[in-house]
C-alpha cells in the first residue's frame, strides 16, 4: 500500500483554495463554477440521485460495450495472432479500418439504429475493440515460439494451445489494450450522449451549460473525471497484478 | 513454413485480395438491399471522386488540420515543459500528482461544456480542448524519459559544471527525446479524435467534421461515408508522415539503441 | 620529458583528510577515516576487493558526494562540489559520452561556456581527439565507435578543458583485454606528454597488474567498510613497456606485495566472521 501523497493532496487544496478566492474576487461566476459551488452541487446530484442516475445510464452502454469488444478483441486477436494465414489475410482490412475514428461513426450508427441503447452500445465496442484487438494481437505474436512449440509437442491440440499458452502470455499487452479502451469508450459513450441530447452524463452536461447551471455542469464534470480516475486506478492496479504473474510486457504498442 | 517465392508472392497478395473481395461483397449487399443508409462502394468512390478535389471540401480539410495542428503544437508545448519541470524535480512531481492524474484520466468531452462557457463556440474552444487531451499523453512520456536518464548521465553533467536550466534543456530534453517522440505519437491520434469530436459538439463552423454532420442532414450518405473515410486517411497519412519525421529526429537513438543492444 | 618518478618536494595537489563515508545514521559505513596525499604530477592507483569503497572514494575526490566525516582538500581548499579543476572519466562510456551529439561535439561540451568563436572550439576538440589517436572520426556518433574508441574519446573530453587532476573509475573495466591494454598505454602518455607537464591522475581499478604497471603508487583499501591498508610505491621505470615492465622482477615483487596484502585483508575478515 503505498504511502498517501500528502504533499500532492495538499497542493490540491491550495489550488481549489486560491480558484474559489479567484473566482469570488473577480466575480467570474459566469464562465466558471466556484469549487464551493461545484461541490455543493455534487453533494445535491448525488444524493437526489439526479447524477448517479445520469452516469450509471452512462456506465450501462459503457461497460456493455467494453464488455462485447473485449471478448471480440481478445477472441480475434488471439485468432488472427496464432494463425499465420489470418493474419496475412485480415492485415489490409485491419489497417484500413483501424485510423477511422469512432466518433466519426455516430451519425451514421444512429441512421442505423436510432437514438438508444444499442446506437450507443455499438460506438463504444467498436471503439473499445480496436485497442483491443491490437494488444492481443501484438500479445499473441510475441508470445516464444518455444513456449508454443513445447506445448504443441506435449500433445495439446491447437485450440488448447492457444487457450493455454498464447492467452496467458499476452495477458500483459491485453491488459495495456483493455486500459486504452477504458479510456476511450468512456470518451465516445459520452460524446453520443452528448450529441443525441436525451440521456446520459454527456447529456447531462450539455444541458447544464445551455441553462446556464454552473455548479451543475461543473458537478458532472468532476463526477466524470472521478470515474475516469477510478477506471484507470483499478486497470492499473490489475494490471500490475497480471504483468507479475506473467513477466514483463513488451512497452510499445505497435 | 512455405518460402518459395510463388508461395511468398501468395502471401503478400493474400491481404490485398481478401480487402477487395470484402468490399466486392460490400458493393454487392449493398447494391441489393438498396437503401439510402448503405451506399455502394462504387456511390461512395464516385462522390468521393466528385467531391474531395473541390476547394469547398478542401477549405474543410484545411480547416480541420489547421486546428489540430493548433491544438497539437499547443498541448504538446504545454506537455514537454511542464514534463521536462516535473520531470527534474521530484517534489514537484509529487504535487502535481493527484491533480495530473485526474485531469489526465478525465476524457476530453466533459472539459467540452466549460469550455465552451470560456471561450465561446468557435475555434478557441475546439483547440483548447484539443490541447488538453494532447497534453496528458506527452506530459507523461515526458516525464517518464527524464526519469529514466542514466546517473551516469547526471554524474557526467554535475562533472561539467552544467546549470539547472541547461540541464534541462541540453540535457533532459534530448536525452528523454524517445520518450517523448512516442507520447507524441499516441497524442497524434488523441488529437485526431478530439478534433473531430470538437467539430461534432462545438458550434456549427466548418471542417470533415461538420461536413460529415452536414451531409447527414442532406441524406446524402456517399457523402457521409466518403467524409469518414476521409478521416481514416487523414489519420492515416499523419500517423506516416509522423513516422518519417520521427526517424530522422532520433536517428542517434536508433544507431545507439541498436549498438547496446548487440 | 621529464624524468621518471616523482620529485620528492613536489607540492599535495590533493588531499583527503580522514573521509568516512556512511550512508545512514547507523548502517554500514563505506568508508572510514581514509587520508592520503596526491602529488603534483602522480598517477595513483587505487586498488581493493569488489565493495570496498573505491568507486565512493573517487565520487567523493571528485566533489559528487560529500563525506560524512572528514574532508578532500583541493589546494588546500575543500572540495564540496565538483572543482573546475576536476575531470572524471567513467567506467560506462556510453552512458556518459551524450549519444545525441556527434564525437566533435561531446568533447567541445566542456568548452561550451568559453569566449571565442566555435571554430575555434572546434579545433581544440579535434586537437584533443588527434592526442589520444582519434582523427576523422570526429563528425561520427560514439556509438559507432568500438568501446576502446569511446573511452577515447570520453578521456579526450576529459582533458579538454585541461584539467589538473584526472580521476577515472574503472574506466578499462568495460573493454576486452586487448582493448585494455591499449588504454592503459594511451593514459601513460597522457600522464607524461601533455604540455610538457605530468598530469595528476587518480586511477581506480580492481586490477591489481593494471594498477602497478600505470602508477607511481598504489594505495590499498580494504575490504568494506574500505580503510586505507597501506600505500606500495611503484618504483619502475618511465617510460613502462607492456612486456618489459610486466615481466621485471620489480614488478612481480610489487604487485605479490599487494596481492598477499589484500589476501590477508580478505582472510582476516573471513576469519574474523
Known amino acids: 500500500m503505498r504511502r498517501a501523497n500528502l504533499p500532492g493532496w495538499l497542493f490540491v487544496v491550495l489550488v481549489t483554495a486560491v480558484a474559489e478566492a479567484g473566482v469570488r474576487l473577480f466575480e467570474l461566476q459566469d464562465s466558471v463554477a466556484a469549487p464551493s459551488a461545484a461541490l455543493r452541487a455534487l453533494g445535491d446530484g448525488l444524493w437526489s440521485g439526479t447524477l448517479t442516475g445520469e452516469i450509471a445510464t452512462t456506465l450501462e452502454s459503457y461497460l456493455e460495450g467494453l464488455a462485447v469488444a473485449t471478448v471480440v478483441g481478445v477472441a480475434l486477436g488471439l485468432a488472427i495472432g496464432s494463425w499465420r494465414m489470418l493474419l496475412d489475410a485480415l492485415s489490409v482490412v485491419i489497417e484500413f479500418l483501424r485510423p477511422i475514428p469512432a466518433v466519426a461513426l455516430i451519425p451514421v450508427a444512429i441512421l442505423f439504429f436510432g437514438l438508444g441503447m444499442p446506437m450507443r452500445r455499438f460506438v463504444v465496442a467498436y471503439a473499445a475493440v480496436w485497442p483491443i484487438l491490437i494488444g492481443t494481437l501484438y500479445g499473441a505474436l510475441g508470445t516464444d515460439r518455444v513456449l508454443h512449440d513445447v506445448a504443441r509437442t506435449s500433445g495439446a491440440t491447437r485450440l488448447g494451445t492457444v487457450v493455454r499458452v498464447t492467452l496467458p502470455a499476452s495477458l500483459p499487452s491485453i491488459a495495456t489494450g483493455i486500459r486504452v479502451s477504458a479510456a476511450v469508450a468512456l470518451q465516445v459513450a459520452i460524446t453520443a450522449e452528448f450529441f443525441i441530447g436525451t440521456d446520459g452524463i454527456g447529456a447531462y452536461m450539455k444541458h447544464e451549460r445551455l441553462s446556464f447551471h454552473l455548479p451543475q455542469l461543473y458537478a458532472a464534470i468532476l463526477l466524470t473525471g472521478a470515474l475516469g480516475y477510478a477506471i484507470n486506478r483499478a486497470l492499473r492496479t490489475t494490471e500490475r497484478r497480471v504483468v507479475f504473474w506473467v513477466g514483463e510486457a513488451p512497452t510499445e504498442a505497435p | ?262 | 620529458m621529464p624524468a621518471a618518478g616523482i620529485h620528492l618536494h613536489a607540492r599535495p595537489v590533493l588531499r583527503a583528510d580522514e573521509v568516512t563515508k556512511r550512508y545512514s545514521e547507523d548502517g554500514p559505513a563505506a568508508l572510514i577515516d581514509v587520508s592520503f596525499e596526491v602529488a603534483e604530477g602522480e598517477l595513483l592507483a587505487v586498488v581493493g576487493p569488489s565493495g570496498c569503497g573505491k568507486t565512493t572514494l573517487l565520487r567523493i575526490l571528485s566533489g559528487l558526494a560529500r563525506p560524512s566525516e572528514g574532508a578532500v582538500l583541493l589546494g588546500g581548499r575543500p572540495v564540496v562540489r565538483p572543482p573546475r579543476e576536476v575531470a572524471l572519466v567513467f567506467q560506462d562510456y556510453s552512458r556518459s559520452l551524450f549519444p545525441w551529439l556527434t564525437v566533435v561535439r561531446n568533447v567541445m561540451f566542456p568548452l561550451r561556456a568559453a569566449d571565442g568563436a566555435r571554430a575555434d572550439r572546434v579545433v581544440r576538440a579535434e586537437a584533443a581527439l588527434a592526442e589520444l589517436g582519434l582523427e576523422g572520426v570526429g563528425r561520427k556518433y560514439p556509438w559507432q565507435l568500438s568501446g576502446g574508441m569511446q573511452q577515447r574519446v570520453a578521456i579526450a573530453r576529459a582533458l579538454v578543458s585541461r584539467p589538473e587532476i584526472l580521476l577515472l573509475d574503472e574506466p578499462f573495466a568495460s573493454v576486452d583485454a586487448l582493448t585494455r591494454v591499449e588504454l592503459q598505454d594511451v593514459l601513460l602518455r597522457v600522464h607524461t606528454e601533455l604540455e610538457h607537464r605530468l598530469m595528476t591522475i587518480v586511477h581506480v581499478t580492481h586490477d591489481i597488474d593494471e594498477a602497478v604497471y600505470l602508477a607511481d603508487r598504489v594505495l590499498v583499501l580494504s575490504p568494506a567498510p574500505g580503510r586505507v591498508v597501506t600505500t606500495v610505491d611503484v618504483k619502475l621505470p618511465r617510460p613502462r613497456a607492456q612486456t618489459a615492465t610486466r615481466s621485471s622482477p620489480d614488478f612481480l615483487a610489487v604487485r605479490n606485495e599487494i596481492h598477499d596484502v589484500i589476501a590477508k585483508q580478505q582472510a582476516r575478515r573471513s576469519g574474523g566472521e
Not at chain 2, 512520456?141 to 546549470?163: F, K, N
Not at chain 2, 530534453?173 to 469530436?197: C, D, E, H, Q, Y
Request: hydrophobic share 55%.
Open chain 2, 1 to 262: 513454413m512455405t518460402t518459395t517465392a510463388p508461395a511468398r508472392v501468395a502471401r503478400r497478395l493474400l491481404g490485398p485480395a481478401v480487402f477487395v473481395a470484402a468490399l466486392a461483397l460490400w458493393q454487392a449487399w449493398a447494391a441489393h438491399k438498396d437503401s439510402f443508409l448503405v451506399p455502394t462502394v462504387t456511390a461512395v468512390a464516385e462522390r468521393a471522386w466528385d467531391v474531395w478535389p473541390t476547394s469547398g471540401f478542401i477549405d474543410q480539410v484545411t480547416a480541420t488540420l489547421g486546428r489540430f495542428a493548433a491544438g497539437y503544437v499547443l498541448g504538446a508545448a504545454i506537455g514537454v515543459a511542464a514534463g521536462l519541470v516535473l520531470g527534474s524535480s521530484r517534489a514537484a512531481r509529487r504535487a502535481f500528482e493527484p491533480l495530473q492524474e485526474f485531469l489526465g484520466s478525465t476524457p476530453a468531452i466533459a472539459i467540452v461544456p466549460a469550455a465552451i462557457v470560456i471561450f465561446g463556440l468557435g475555434d478557441a474552444t475546439r483547440v483548447a480542448v484539443i490541447a488538453f487531451a494532447v497534453c496528458f499523453p506527452v506530459l507523461v512520456s515526458t516525464i517518464e524519459g527524464v526519469r529514466a536518464v542514466s546517473p551516469e548521465t547526471r554524474d557526467t553533467a554535475r562533472m561539467l559544471h552544467v546549470g539547472p536550466a541547461e540541464l534541462i534543456l541540453r540535457i533532459y530534453a534530448p536525452a528523454a527525446l524517445p520518450s517523448i517522440v512516442a507520447g507524441l505519437r499516441v497524442a497524434l491520434a488523441i488529437g485526431l479524435i478530439v478534433t473531430v469530436i470538437s467539430e461534432f459538439v462545438v458550434g456549427s463552423g466548418d471542417g470533415v467534421g461538420r461536413y460529415i454532420l452536414v451531409q447527414r442532414t442532406l441524406y446524402d450518405a456517399p457523402g457521409v461515408y466518403g467524409g469518414i473515410l476521409f478521416l481514416g486517411l487523414l489519420g492515416y497519412v499523419l500517423n506516416r508522415l509522423f513516422v518519417v519525421v520521427e526517424r530522422r529526429v532520433l536517428s542517434w537513438h536508433y544507431g545507439a539503441a541498436g549498438e547496446s543492444a548487440r
